[in-house]
């Protein structure tokens, strides 16, 4: 399957594109709201929260690290990872 590029692509202008700022500025005000335990329970909320900025026909891939988990002997951290399917 193969999808069309973004507007923005092909208009450099940006206006056609997301407003990284914004979802950044999304993501770290939800990060410090409150503790979160888990990994995989911040990046649902963060997919949740950005998600809903988006258009239907963008795709999200979001992924959140931990760098430093409480873990004797692991190193480089834990991630997690949530990737939208391509819409058709």
Known sequence: ????????????????????AELAEVAQALAASREYHLVEH???????????????DTQVELSVRKVAPPIAGLRGGVSFAIEEEPTR
């Open 1 to 20: 399957m193969v999808c069309a590029p973004p507007t923005a692509c092909r208009s450099d202008r940006l206006d056609d594109t997301v407003c990284y």
């Open 42 to 56: 911040l990046g649902h909320e963060l997919y949740t929260a950005i998600r809903r900025r988006l258009s239907d």
